[in-house]
């Protein structure tokens, strides 16, 4: 999946690009680890927001559930 977050430092105007959803570690590598952390997402009673929310949310629905779970295997599988 093609899909990054752009974000501008306010002051300095630096752009920072951040990787691509399903990255939750931001490492460049859709892995294991990534289905870990959403899974641990879902299952802690923490609300996310920003970037990690961005990241993990992979089919838009506002929501972290096992759907973006299931959408990340498939990427995994199918898409590298």
């Known amino acids: 999946a093609a899909f ?3 974000i501008t430092d306010e002051y300095s105007g630096d752009v920072k ?4 959803r399903g990255d939750i570690n931001q490492d460049l590598e859709l892995n294991i680890v990534d289905i870990i952390s ?3 997402i879902i299952l802690s009673a923490v609300v996310y927001d920003g970037i990690l929310f961005w990241s993990s949310d992979l089919n838009n629905d506002d929501l972290i559930n096992i759907f973006d ?3 990340l ?3 995994i599988l199918y898409n590298e």
């Open 4 to 6: 990054c977050y752009i």
């Open 69 to 71: 779970v299931i959408m």
């Open 38 to 40: 959403i899974i641990d």
């Open 73 to 75: 295997i498939e990427e």
């Open 17 to 20: 690009i951040i990787y691509q």
